[in-house]
């Protein structure tokens, strides 16, 4: 089972982006979903997460009302929509997948990690 992590790229600040998870098996249909951020010199941050039915969300107060995280069950397909984005967003994001009921910010509970895909923000 795998995670595919695509969307990246470079943006001026202020604008979006929107990335996606895409898993390898249905498994995952039932996994929460997280999204998590690594920036030079820096610890793996948390960014947002999602239960698997789509009702439960969490998101780090440094990206919220700017990043939306949503998932495509029948994609088994997740999403990471960033709009505002800032320079200091920058970083690779990573997309997790874990057996837990409801979201987590701990990477720790998370068992299946995407290889990461690349931010850029220009200022």
């Known amino acids: 089972a795998q995670l595919q992590a695509s969307g990246g790229g470079l943006v001026q600040a202020g604008g979006s982006l929107r990335l996606s998870c895409a898993a390898s098996?249905?498994?995952?249909?039932?996994?929460?979903m997280g999204w998590f951020r690594q920036a030079p010199g820096k610890e793996r941050e948390f960014v947002a997460a999602?239960?698997?039915?789509?009702?439960?969300?969490s998101y780090a107060d440094s990206v919220k009302g700017r990043f939306t995280i949503s998932r495509d069950n029948a994609k088994i397909t997740r999403y990471l929509q960033m709009n505002s984005l800032k320079p200091e967003d920058t970083a690779v994001y990573y997309c997790?997948?874990?057996?837990?009921?409801?979201?987590?910010?701990?990477?720790?509970?998370?068992?299946?990690w995407g290889q990461g895909t690349q931010v850029t923000v220009s200022s």
């Open positions: 999602i239960s698997w039915s789509g009702t439960i969300t």
């Open positions: 098996a249905r498994t995952f249909s039932s996994y929460t």
């Open positions: 997790a997948a874990s057996k837990i009921p409801t979201p987590s910010k701990s990477p720790q509970l998370y068992d299946y």
